[in-house]
T-cell receptor, first 114, second 114 residues
Framework: DAKTTQPPSMDCAEGRAANLPCNHSTISGNEYVYWYRQIHSQGPQYIIHGLKNNETNEMASLIITEDRKSSTLILPHATLRDTAVYYCIVRPSNSGGSNYKLTFGKGTLLTVNP | DGGITQSPKYLFRKEGQNVTLSCEQNLNHDAMYWYRQDPGQGLRLIYYSQIVNDFQKGDIAEGYSVSREKKESFPLTVTSAQKNPTAFYLC?????????????FGDGTRLSIL
């Protein structure tokens, strides 16, 4: 799986947009970008994923650059409950049909301040 | 509501004792996974199962055992052979129909040694 690079921490003011970057310069053509978050002492929560096109759901938007070497997760109106570690993960869409593991790095600790 | 239920939330193990962590899902997912998370670290895959009555070792299977007798259940036994069992254990599941579909996680079981 391609390696990802994320800043270790970021701050955001409550009510403002939080933009979390992820670099995945070695991503290959069949690899998807997934975002998860983990609030302390809870299981990781799936947020969004995409391949080439930008994606949006009720939680967030995912912007993938045209060369696919980086992406940004956008939380449009951050709340205090969005304080968590955010993980950017890339994995192939055809892992030999094995539905294989997710590799979590250290992620970005997003702190939303009042 | 559909989801993944892990129990118990907290578990204590005595020396030489085997303990079993429960994971149940009602999402009708084919694939299930067990991960271990140590403080400040990413997730490491212990075992995974793509289908009932079949499972595969992950990266750190030594000292652990699993069974998959029913589609909705994937219990993990931490045996006395696992010398450093203190960790946060996470169960996940995934639909097998589309490889790109994300894994969804339970809220974890925290295991400690007495």
């Amino acid at each position: 799986d391609a390696k990802t690079t994320q800043p270790p921490s970021m701050d955001c003011a409550e009510g403002r947009a939080a933009n979390l970057p992820c670099n995945h310069s070695t991503i290959s053509g069949n690899e998807y970008v997934y975002w998860y978050r983990q609030i302390h002492s809870q299981g990781p929560q799936y947020i969004i994923h995409g391949l080439k096109n930008n994606e949006t759901n009720e939680m967030a938007s995912l912007i993938i650059t045209e060369d696919r070497k980086s992406s940004t997760l956008i939380l449009p109106h951050a709340t205090l409950r969005d304080t968590a570690v955010y993980y950017c993960i890339v994995r192939p869409s055809n892992s030999g049909g094995s539905n294989y593991k997710l590799t979590f790095g250290k992620g970005t600790l997003l702190t939303v301040n009042p | 509501d559909g989801g993944i239920t892990q129990s118990p939330k907290y578990l204590f193990r005595k020396e030489g004792q085997n303990v079993t962590l429960s994971c149940e899902q009602n999402l009708n997912h084919d694939a299930m996974y067990w991960y271990r998370q140590d403080p400040g670290q990413g997730l490491r895959l212990i075992y995974y199962s793509q289908i009932v009555n079949d499972f595969q070792k992950g990266d750190i299977a030594e000292g652990y055992s699993v069974s998959r007798e029913k589609k909705e259940s994937f219990p993990l036994t931490v045996t006395s052979a696992q010398k450093n069992p203190t960790a946060f254990y996470l169960c996940a599941s995934k639909s097998g129909e589309l490889v790109a579909q994300p894994q969804h996680f339970g809220d974890g079981t925290r295991l400690s040694i007495l």
